[in-house]
């Protein structure tokens, strides 16, 4: 990991735990998870958003007056909007994805669950879905959240990520796998 990289995530991870202590403490992890959820739809959604928080041309009061505005608008809570109020005054905004990433984690954690990233060529239906957090819960014993992602180039097939283990059966990588196979052989 690269340094600013590393000092990004361990701003984020300290805003994280101190947002993650203050819900748990006051009963909010449930108003939590949806603010979070929030925010990562309005990021991954918003151009405006991104480069609200990325761009150094706004100034903290730009900042801070244009995310208090955001958090009203999508209904925060007020521990979350404090939380992005005080990042605005400390130019720290740019760490919102890697927050959103720890925050998640801390609340899987809490619940006893864990994320699965599933890639597949097509969207699954809510039954494939279903079908496969309960595959997954029995393999590892615990909940699974999936979180899921469309790759057209797969051809078919799914790319599950869980933890340190990544399960590959697309159609994209056995094609791959006989074409090394053939330059091998011949």
């Known amino acids: 990991m690269s340094e600013p990289a590393s000092i990004s995530s361990g701003i984020a991870a300290r805003y994280a735990t101190a947002l993650f202590e ?4 006051s009963n909010g992890i449930k108003a939590l998870e949806g603010d979070i959820d929030a925010l990562d739809a309005a990021l991954t ?12 041309v706004y100034s903290r009061d730009d900042q801070a007056n244009a995310i208090a505005a955001i958090a009203k608008k999508m209904g925060l809570s007020a521990l979350t909007a404090n939380t ?3 990042m605005a005054s400390k130019r720290r905004l740019f760490v919102l994805p890697q927050l959103i990433t720890v925050v998640r984690d801390m609340i899987s954690a809490e619940k006893g669950e864990v994320t699965a990233e599933v890639t597949s060529a097509t969207k699954l239906s809510a039954a494939q879905a279903k079908d496969l957090a309960e595959t997954l819960k029995a393999r590892v014993g615990k909940d699974v959240k999936l979180k899921t992602a469309v790759d057209e180039s797969l051809i078919g097939g799914l790319i599950v ?5 990544m399960i590959d059966t697309s159609v994209k990588a056995k094609l791959a796998a006989l074409q090394n196979a053939m330059k091998e052989v011949g």
Not at 22 to 25: D, G, N, P, Q, Y
């Open 22 to 25: 203050l819900a748990k403490e």
């Open 45 to 56: 959604t918003s151009a405006d958003l991104e480069a609200l928080i990325a761009s150094p």
């Open 84 to 86: 992005l109020a005080l």
């Open 161 to 165: 990520k869980l933890g340190s283990t």
